[in-house]
Structure formats: C-alpha cells, structure tokens
C-alpha cells in the first residue's frame, strides 16, 4: 500500500488535455486497477472513452482522483464517506463559488476590453 502521507510529493500535473491511465497512476499515485474501481464507485469520475476502450482523463479528472486519495489514505474516509464528501455541501458550495469568481473575473474582462477599444 501507498504512504499515506506521500501526497506532498506527487509531481505536477502537466500541461496537458488528456492522460492516459498510466499516466494518471503515476501522477497521483494509485494504481490503475484502484483507478478503474473508483470510476464505479465516484459518478463524477468519467474518463473519455475512445476506441478500444482505453481510458483518457482529462485535467479536472486527475484533480479529483488526488481528493479522492486524500480523503480515503490521508484522512481515514471510507468509499462512502468520500463520495459523500465530494456530493454534500462543500462539493456545491464551492462549485457556488467559482462560478461567482468566474462571473466577476468576466465581468473585469469587459471592462478591460472596453477600455482597449476606446
């Protein structure tokens, strides 16, 4: 099993649109058949599918596979306490929050723009 407190030093998440699930074991350190599990058992875990089957995740996927670790080998949570985590409140909430970030970010944007084009 993995160390739980390894979460400091996993590398950075590359830039990058799609990882494969080699990619994403060693970027979050899990192992694939641990990946393919928690996609059964976390509903917003949905890697893109392509042909023969193979498994592409995407930036916000590998992200939430790292919570998902967190809560279970750092944090003591079981399935179904981390999955009902990342569904209550807090997951809404801060949902809640970003867009109200991204509305003002926006908002700043066409400020500027407008700005630029005087």
Not at 34 to 40: F, I, K, S, T
Not at 106 to 111: C, I, P, S, V, W
Request: hydrophobic share 30%.
């Amino acid at each position: 099993m993995l160390d739980p407190g390894s979460n400091n030093e996993l590398p950075a998440i590359p830039a990058k649109r799609y990882f494969t699930i080699g990619e994403v074991s060693d970027l979050c350190g899990v192992k694939p058949h641990v990946l393919r599990y928690w996609e059964q058992e976390f509903p917003h875990l949905k890697p893109v599918k392509r042909r023969g089957n193979r498994r592409y995740y995407q930036r916000h996927d590998v992200i939430m596979i790292r919570q998902i670790r967190s809560l279970l080998y750092e944090q003591g949570f079981t399935i179904t306490g981390a999955r009902q985590r990342l569904e209550g409140d807090q997951a809404k909430s801060d949902v809640s929050r970003s867009h109200q970030i991204i509305r003002q970010i926006r908002g700043e944007l066409e400020e500027v723009l407008q700005i630029l084009k005087r």
